[in-house]
């Protein structure tokens, strides 16, 4: 079975009614999934979304080590909330270059993170950082670059 035929038996044993479409996107495969119980699907934040999508990776990497992860959205959900994460990320970083004082970010998933940190790395006023990696909480921080001349 590929990573569509899974996933559809997992959402049929859980009593889901989907359609799912394969996608290829950038950074490898999505599959994206159609439902009018949708919400459930994502569930509070994403978190049941997350979750199908971790089971249905490892169901892959148990059967071939080298399969290449697979990612799941419903009904494009995924990519609303990342638009809305990079223009939040946006006003934050106007609000630092105004004021010129640091703001700490809500803690996120290394997902979240990469978005943050790939919407600010070409701009040339505000920069973005994680704590090291031995932080337990990973938040971020977003600032104003420091100047070349001093």
């Given at each position: 079975?590929?990573?569509?035929?899974?996933?559809?038996?997992?959402?049929?044993?859980?009593?889901?009614?989907?359609?799912?479409?394969?996608?290829?996107?950038?950074?490898?495969?999505?599959?994206?999934?159609?439902?009018?119980?949708?919400?459930?699907?994502?569930?509070h934040e994403g978190e049941t979304l997350e979750d199908l999508q971790f089971?249905?990776?490892?169901?892959?990497?148990?059967?071939?080590?080298?399969?290449?992860?697979?990612?799941?959205?419903?009904?494009?959900?995924?990519?609303?909330?990342?638009?809305?994460?990079?223009?939040?990320?946006?006003?934050?970083?106007d609000t630092v270059r105004m004021s010129g004082r640091p703001v700490k970010l809500d803690p996120m998933n290394s997902y979240d993170r990469r978005i943050v940190h790939t919407e600010l790395k070409d701009d040339p006023d505000v920069m973005s950082f994680s704590p090291s990696d031995d932080a337990r909480i990973k938040r971020i921080t977003i600032q104003r670059r420091k100047s070349h001349g001093s």
């Open positions: 079975m590929d990573a569509k035929e899974i996933l559809d038996t997992m959402l049929g044993h859980l009593g889901f009614v989907a359609e799912i479409q394969e996608i290829e996107i950038e950074n490898g495969r999505q599959l994206q999934i159609f439902s009018a119980e949708g919400d459930l699907l994502i569930g089971l249905l990776n490892r169901i892959l990497q148990a059967r071939d080590r080298n399969a290449p992860r697979v990612q799941v959205d419903v009904s494009h959900w995924r990519a609303m909330r990342d638009d809305s994460l990079r223009h939040r990320v946006r006003q934050i970083a």
